[in-house]
């Protein structure tokens, strides 16, 4: 394989370093989200119940029904849930 030559090897190095800076900017996103969790947690908030609903929320509408009725069914089959009436 041959050495990267000219403006191949400084477009490799911006690629990378571009990268780099999104990857701390990542991590500090990451560090603030967990410190809201807690923040939330410290007031009574469940933070498990928290991820759920924003992870529900991003969901479309159609594709969330589907799931719940999927698992509504599946629960009902193991007898975890009361029969609907």
Excluded: C, W
């Amino acid at each position: 394989m041959s050495d990267l030559q000219g403006n191949a090897q400084q477009q490799l190095r911006s690629f990378i370093e571009r990268i780099e800076r999104m990857e701390e900017e990542k991590a500090a996103l990451a560090a603030d989200i967990r410190e809201i969790y807690s923040e939330a947690k410290g007031v009574g908030f469940d933070s498990k119940v928290l991820r759920q609903v924003v992870r529900l929320r991003k969901q479309d509408v159609n594709e969330r029904l589907e799931q719940e009725a999927i698992l509504d069914t599946y629960l009902h089959a193991l007898g975890m849930l009361e029969p609907k009436e």
